[in-house]
T-cell receptor
Framework: DQQVKQNSPSLSVQEGRISILNCDYT??????FLWYKKYPAEGPTFLIS?????DKNEDGRFTVFLNKSAKHLSLHIVPSQPGDSAVYFC???????????FGTGTRLTIIP | NAGVTQTPKFRVLKTGQSMTLLCAQD?????MYWYRQDPGMGLRLIHY???????AKGEVPDGYNVSRLKKQNFLLGLESAAPSQTSVYFC??????????FGPGTRLTVT
């Protein structure tokens, strides 16, 4: 049972345009959400997070939106740059629980 | 700060052989984790630890054992390797259990 789903395995976006990566979850107990970025042959690196008490969190070019009623979150990257080409993982957790549940990832390719 | 380091980076095993993967962190984090990453499966939690001397099972613990004798180290053992354990293994650590910091990974092939 995949509790965190990233239904798009890949996404291609023109440089300078907006990249939107989507993530859906089924467990209504999740209240903390994170995005990780992974380059080939490296470990994932933390990008941005959001608590369920917010519906938006922004950090530079990266913004995460949370729609609790739809159990959906998205990561917006504006403007997209070639260095953003990577695999992006969505993850979720329940407060007080040490474990993260990861999605299967979306491979983002930025076209110059 | 080295962050999270993993040893070795690559390993090839024959079915039935055993090995230990070492994870070390220098950030004084309480929590440590072992994941495996397989194509189309994302990151799946094998075992984790919330402090020195403690371990707990994750989503896919079968065939693996772990030990956390020192706060900075978390060992993952395969007693009798199987081809199904061919994967990339990542170690991670965190202070509060949320923003985990990952190591560079160990690519293991079992033939």
């Amino acid at each position: 049972d995949q509790q965190v789903k990233q239904n798009s395995p890949s996404l291609s976006v023109q440089e300078g345009r907006i990249s939107i990566l989507n993530c859906d979850y089924t467990n209504s107990m999740f209240d903390y959400f994170l995005w990780y970025k992974k380059y080939p042959a490296e470990g994932p690196t933390f990008l941005i997070s959001i608590s369920s008490i917010k519906d938006k969190n922004e950090d530079g070019r990266f913004t995460v939106f949370l729609n609790k009623s739809a159990k959906h979150l998205s990561l917006h990257i504006v403007p997209s740059q070639p260095g953003d080409s990577a695999v992006y993982f969505c993850a979720a957790s329940v407060s007080g629980n040490e474990k993260l549940t990861f999605g299967t990832g979306t491979r983002l390719t930025i076209i110059p | 700060n080295a962050g999270v380091t993993q040893t070795p980076k690559f390993r090839v095993l024959k079915t039935g052989q055993s090995m230990t993967l070492l994870c070390a962190q220098d950030m004084n984090h309480e929590y440590m984790y072992w994941y495996r990453q397989d194509p189309g499966m994302g990151l799946r939690l094998i075992h984790y630890s919330v402090g020195e001397g403690t371990t707990a099972k994750g989503e896919v613990p079968d065939g693996y054992n772990v030990s956390r004798l020192k706060k900075q180290n978390f060992l993952l053992g395969l007693e009798s390797a199987a081809p199904s354990q061919t994967s990339v293994y990542f170690c991670a650590s965190s202070r509060r259990g949320y923003e985990q910091y990952f190591g560079p990974g160990t690519r293991l092939t079992v033939t």
